[in-house]
């Protein structure tokens, strides 16, 4: 009976805005309540709570299964998933390749027409051509690219790298289709010295100072300086030799390693030049190729 009387004396004290308000206060309570305390008694609540509203998940539930089938488990060993990874995997292999032929191609173009845009480049037919093979001993240097007299490449042919670093010569008459090349560093060439910072545009290319290099043990060439010439490390070397055409002059042959002194003449000094690259470690070069006698 003390129970009913206090519902009823509840029912009739706490409704409409003041039933309102209880709920809010006892809702803000319980919130600053410690989980400790609520844990014993929140979750067979929360069990009666539910009670009545089990059928309707049961009914959702299979009203979900019948418009969107569950999911089958996922295998990463099923045949199917291997394959997709598979393709997956090769097509990344095609980008990369295609985009390290396009960067390939860009360079190529770029030192093609770096060499274009040279003095005497009028009327020389200028060929990309791929290293095909190199000497495996070095000993030798040379280096087998794939152009040959089909391509009109002829002996003695210049061979740039980078479009500004002379690389060597065809080093005979070349084959129908390929050609073999003696690098820079097994010839003698006819040289000047310039500083490593800038040129001086005033000044004429015959104040430079000048000598011939001639291959040395060691991948490096020496030639005889006077004892006048300022010549000082790091310096850089420029081809100034007219058998290798005009296309060739004046391009980038190596830079001074070392200055020493000459035990055959006193008054003279030895430079050491280093090249700025070997051709047996490029993968493409330019070929410099004359026009034909009549056509000069």
């Known amino acids: 009976m003390n129970a009913t009387r206090l519902l009823q004396f509840l029912a009739a004290r706490l409704s409409g805005r003041r039933l309102d308000w209880t709920l809010a206060v006892l809702a803000f309570v319980l919130a600053l ?8 008694w929140t979750g067979d609540v929360a069990r009666i709570v539910a009670v009545p509203i089990v059928p309707l998940m049961h009914l959702g539930m299979a009203v979900r299964d019948r418009i969107r089938p569950p999911r089958e488990a996922f295998d990463p060993r099923a045949p199917e998933v291997i394959e997709l990874e598979m393709a997956a995997e090769r097509y990344r292999t095609l980008f990369e390749q295609s985009r390290l032929k396009s960067e390939a191609l860009e360079r190529d173009l770029a030192a093609v027409k770096a060499v274009r845009n040279r003095p005497g480049a009028g009327g020389v037919q200028l060929e990309t051509a791929a290293v095909v093979g190199i000497d495996p001993t070095r000993r030798e240097g040379l280096v087998r690219i794939s152009l040959g ?12 790298l980078r ?8 080093a005979n ?13 097994r010839c003698n060439l006819g040289v000047r010295i310039y500083p490593a910072d800038a040129v001086e545009p005033e000044r004429a290319p015959a104040t430079y100072p000048g000598t011939v290099l001639k291959p040395a043990d060691g991948g490096v060439w020496l030639g005889d300086l006077a004892s006048d010439a300022e010549v000082r490390e790091g310096q850089v070397v420029r081809l100034a030799d007219d058998r290798y055409g005009n296309v060739a002059k004046g391009m980038r042959v190596g830079r001074v390693r070392r200055v020493l002194p000459n035990d055959k003449v006193p008054l003279a000094r030895v430079v050491e030049v ?5 051709l047996a470690d490029e993968s493409t070069v330019v070929v410099a190729i004359d026009p034909p006698e009549g056509a000069r």
Do not use: T
Request: net charge negative; glycine share 8%; no cysteine.
């Open 149 to 160: 007299a089909r391509h009109g490449v002829h002996r003695d042919a210049a061979v740039i």
């Open 163 to 170: 479009g500004d670093i002379f690389g060597g010569i065809v």
């Open 274 to 278: 280093e090249p700025l690259a070997q």
């Open 33 to 40: 309540l410690p989980a400790r305390a609520l844990a014993p």
């Open 173 to 185: 008459d070349p084959a129908e289709f390929v050609s073999l090349v003696r690098p820079s560093i």
